[in-house]
């Protein structure tokens, strides 16, 4: 199979790995409506899937034993369509937080073995092929986020249904996938030195900086239509901010590891977002007029743009050899994701608390200062990434 073929399956595949997340933010008002929801209750239907893909991230070595990394693609899209499909059968709340389980779950499988997938075909273009990775994830977000109002309304306000559509689209991504990939892969062995690793104080920089970025970008897309619907600001309106959003976002996340191959540091490039996530919080803090507001989204969606290639790439500038990048990769997303899993459910609840969106703007700050703070400790600057 060509070059161009495996690129274009890689963009297949990694535009489902949002869908069943992204798909929610729109719809939350509507869920919670339905279903008399706490806020703290409806987090847990984007916390789940981003805490499984830290949970579940232990596992990948395991499954690579057991059936292989190009059959785990296959058998875990298979599950997460099946899985979205069923969010239009099981749609009270236990049925919705099953749903989720087994939607975070496979993404939290399929997410590495791709990235090993990519390791494995294009080991001298990493970079690019996760701006790749992450442009189809961002259109993948994108066209959750921008369609599910139609959907909802093309389906007389049964949001069950909206959900489940995008199961199809992971169902025939799986069929594709196995009819043009059949031969096995290789397996890599499973390193038994992680408890070494963990020791590594470099380690845990990185998956703080992996989470908190993690935990900005979906504490954000979780509560900023609720956000702008406390300033006024309508429903339409709102998600289409939202939309707006996850575009500029998706092609900050392809254009800036470009732009960190010609020009730059990992460092000054960290600097560079946190600049943009600390204004667009201020804004969000101390304005309600509509122009202000969609400056400040435009900043969040560069800066979260850029963090999340930022923190896939990390984990190789900073490791020695190619065994050890697998392991910082695999443990940094493990306790990255879990951290920013439990970001939308603490924001939900100071907001329960506070009965004030505010939270969220603070927790912006916050998190502006502290990737700031982590990204100058870290060593990323004396590399160019490559």
Sequence with gaps: MTQKKMVCLIFLVAFNLRLGISSV????????????????????????????MGVLAFFVSFVQRRIGRNNGIFVFLLLLGLATLSRGLLHNFVG???????????????????????????????????????????L????????????????????WNALAIWGGIALISGVIWKLSINEPSGVPAVNQQQHFYLKDLKLWKLAMFFGIQSGVFYGFTTWITSGLAAKGISQVTSITLLTTFTAVQMLSSFLIPALMDKTGSTKQWITRCCFCLFISALMLLFTDKLF???????????????????????????????SQASVYASIVQAFGYIIGGISPMLIGSIIDLTNSMTSLYWFLLIGAGL??????LLEGDKQDVK
Excluded: D
């Design 292 to 322: 202000m507001l969609i400056v400040s989204i435009l900043l969040a969606a560069v800066a979260t743009g850029g963090f999340f290639p930022i923190a896939m790439l990390l984990p190789i500038q900073e490791s020695q050899n190619a």
């Design 96 to 138: 919705l937080i099953i749903t989720t389980l087994f939607i975070g779950c496979s993404i939290a499988l399929i997410g590495p073995l791709l990235s090993g997938f990519i390791k494995e075909i294009f080991p001298a273009k990493a970079g690019l092929l996760i701006g790749v990775y992450s442009l189809s994830m961002g």
């Design 140 to 159: 993948g977000s994108v066209s959750a986020s921008s369609l599910m109002l139609p959907l909802t309304r093309f389906f007389n306000g049964q949001w």
């Design 25 to 52: 933010p729109p719809i939350l008002s509507f869920i919670q409506g339905t279903l008399g929801l706490s806020n703290f209750s409806a987090s847990l239907l984007t916390s789940i899937p981003v805490i499984c």
């Design 371 to 376: 990737l700031l703070l982590v990204g100058n």
